[in-house]
């Protein structure tokens, strides 16, 4: 198997990372795993002149630029780890930018002659951790935009773990964070 873990995290004592090493170890160990590290490696948000470029690549059949890696080592994966904490309502703006690197016509999705959606992704599952000091709420953002691009990709299963409510006073943090352990 071939894993993907899409790291989110920033902080270096990272609750969600923490969690997210923990699933590597428990469903991933001895496994090829490569970890895509949103803070080292600085995409830029899409701009006209970007998208110009990925239109014209996608007319000319030609992605192999490198600039498609990101999409390519999306798809190839089998199973897919993100990892992106919950912060004002959302999660962080790298994750989208990561992600929208990844939404590439003919990598991870693409249209048939008739115009019927192709799913392109290997993945058949697709597991989404994150952490939060107060209480998310289901379905929040970041599970509904991954539930679709989950279905345009092909990705069948995503599975989602969510600790919250680990800075509200008189909550222990260690038990939240133990019981979802258990259940990653």
């Known amino acids: 198997m071939k894993g993907l873990f899409v790291n989110a995290c920033v902080r270096e004592k990272s609750r969600t990372l923490e969690l997210c090493r923990e699933y590597v170890k428990k469903h991933w160990d001895g496994e090829e795993i490569s970890e895509f590290v949103l803070k080292e490696n600085a995409l830029e948000p899409f701009n006209a002149q970007m998208l110009q470029q990925r239109d014209a690549d996608i007319f000319a059949g030609d992605l192999t630029s490198v600039r498609y890696d990101c999409a390519r ?36 999705f693409g249209y048939g002659n008739d115009g019927t959606p192709l799913r392109l992704c290997k993945a058949k599952k697709l597991v ?57």
């Open 73 to 108: 080592d999306f798809a190839d994966a089998d199973e897919i780890l993100i990892g992106a904490p919950f912060w004002d309502c959302s999660f962080p703006a790298m994750l989208k930018v990561y992600l929208e690197h990844v939404c590439v016509n003919g990598i991870t």
């Open 128 to 184: 989404y951790i994150t952490t939060a000091g107060g209480y998310i709420g289901s379905p929040n953002s970041l599970e509904l935009y991954l539930k679709e691009l989950c279905a345009m990709f092909g990705i069948q299963e995503l599975q989602i773990y969510k600790a919250e409510g680990l800075d509200i006073v008189g909550n222990d943090t260690e038990a939240i964070l133990e019981e979802t352990l258990k259940n990653l």
